[in-house]
């Protein structure tokens, strides 16, 4: 399923049991804690967590620019998966603004859970637009913040 010519990943150790992730992930006020870099402020509209829900953000930056992202969740398996998409609107009603998938896994593992994000593009040109926008920099630091959160730092 994962293609690097076309797919971001990042992945981590977090030391806690997924479902403490699953709750940091389920809670709209926990989601918008760690969901984008600081100083990025982030306002959780809509987190319905089961196939065909709502997930839709808006993160405020620095110099006041607001980013509103909307999308609808594809696969859900509690303490396990999250499968999210930007080119559906809740109900899976298509939209044009779309250009990924993001794949969330949590796997059990001695001291904690792996957890992976891998983020699937159409074509390369998303995926290298994603990239230059600063995928690893910017997912790496919310799974910082996201690992701080749930290990109670």
């Given at each position: 399923?994962?293609?690097?010519?076309?797919?971001?990943?990042?992945?981590?150790?977090?030391?806690?049991?997924?479902?403490?992730i699953?709750?940091?992930?389920?809670?709209?006020?926990?989601?918008?804690?760690?969901?984008?870099?600081?100083?990025?402020?982030t306002?959780?509209h809509?987190?319905?967590?089961?196939?065909?829900?709502a997930?839709?953000t808006?993160?405020?930056?620095?110099d006041?620019?607001?980013?509103?992202?909307?999308?609808c969740?594809?696969?859900?398996?509690?303490?396990?998966?999250?499968?999210?998409?930007?080119a559906?609107?809740?109900?899976?009603?298509?939209?044009?603004?779309?250009?990924?998938?993001?794949?969330?896994?949590?796997?059990?593992?001695?001291?904690?859970?792996?957890?992976v994000?891998?983020?699937?593009?159409g074509?390369?040109?998303?995926?290298?637009?994603h990239?230059?926008?600063?995928?690893?920099?910017?997912?790496?630091?919310?799974?910082?913040?996201?690992?701080?959160?749930?290990?109670?730092?």
């Amino acid at each position: 399923m994962f293609d690097p010519a076309l797919d971001l990943e990042i992945s981590r150790i977090i030391k806690a049991p997924p479902a403490a992730i699953w709750n940091a992930w389920k809670d709209p006020a926990a989601l918008a804690k760690w969901w984008a870099p600081e100083p990025v402020v982030t306002e959780v509209h809509q987190l319905d967590l089961r196939p065909g829900g709502a997930f839709e953000t808006t993160m405020t930056l620095p110099d006041g620019t607001k980013m509103n992202n909307i999308g609808c969740f594809l696969d859900v398996i509690e303490n396990r998966r999250i499968v999210s998409t930007d080119a559906l609107l809740p109900g899976y009603r298509p939209r044009k603004e779309g250009f990924m998938t993001a794949i969330i896994t949590l796997q059990e593992v001695d001291g904690g859970t792996n957890y992976v994000a891998r983020v699937l593009h159409g074509n390369r040109e998303d995926k290298d637009i994603h990239e230059k926008m600063g995928f690893h920099d910017g997912w790496g630091t919310a799974l910082t913040q996201l690992a701080h959160f749930v290990e109670g730092h």
